[in-house]
């Protein structure tokens, strides 16, 4: 035999439905307090393995609320004590997850600020240090041209006239590629 939706509010029982919503009301207050302490502390591991958690009572009280709903003829009996302690604990819950929020979203900026900063100081770096190696190579062969010029290999002086006036040609004209920006240096051969 099927049971209508009017025939199964009658059969719930009023007080435990508020006791149970009362009851996920301050499981998700005591989750929030717990978000917050990690937050706070910059635990992002206790934070996310506190959502399933979250998620879970969430999901039931959000289906007690929908038989409250149903059902609110039967509520407008209540003591008004009770009332008011529920709505003690929905007020705090929305004060710490609004805080949660606010903190979600300045962790959130300061990590973009963070990538920013690093992305720049990244570039700077490489920046500096490319133009540190170029001069390093410049000056590496600028040795390697002295040592080749003061130094001659025995037998072999024309290719070491061949090399020195490479040597030269290079220095006084700069590098041969159109997209390179060397400065052009001056040997003392």
């Known amino acids: 035999m099927a049971h209508t939706a009017q025939q199964q509010n009658k059969a719930i029982n009023p007080h435990l439905l508020f006791k149970q ?20 502390q910059n635990d992002f591991l206790a934070f996310s393995m506190l959502q399933d958690d979250k ?8 289906s007690a609320t929908q038989q ?21 604990i929905q007020s705090e819950l929305n004060t710490v997850t609004d805080d949660n929020n606010k903190l979600i979203s300045q962790i959130g900026h300061a990590a973009e600020n963070f990538i920013k900063a690093g992305m720049k100081t990244a570039l700077e770096y490489g920046e ?4 540190h190696f170029e001069n390093n190579m410049l000056v590496s062969l600028q040795k390697t041209a002295q040592t ?4 001659p290999e025995p037998n072999h002086d024309s290719d070491n006239a061949h090399t020195t006036s490479k040597v030269k040609q290079i220095a006084t004209k700069g590098c041969r590629r159109n997209d390179c920006h060397h400065p052009r240096i001056t040997w003392h051969l």
């Open 21 to 40: 919503i009362c009851d996920l009301s301050q499981s998700l207050l005591d989750t929030a307090q717990q978000e917050a302490q990690a937050l706070v």
């Open 55 to 62: 998620e879970r009572i969430a999901n039931n009280y959000l």
């Open 68 to 88: 409250f709903h149903d059902n609110i003829e039967q509520f407008k009996r209540f003591d008004k004590k009770m009332i008011t302690h529920l709505e003690n």
């Open 128 to 131: 500096s240090n490319r133009s």
């Open 148 to 151: 080749k010029t003061q130094t």
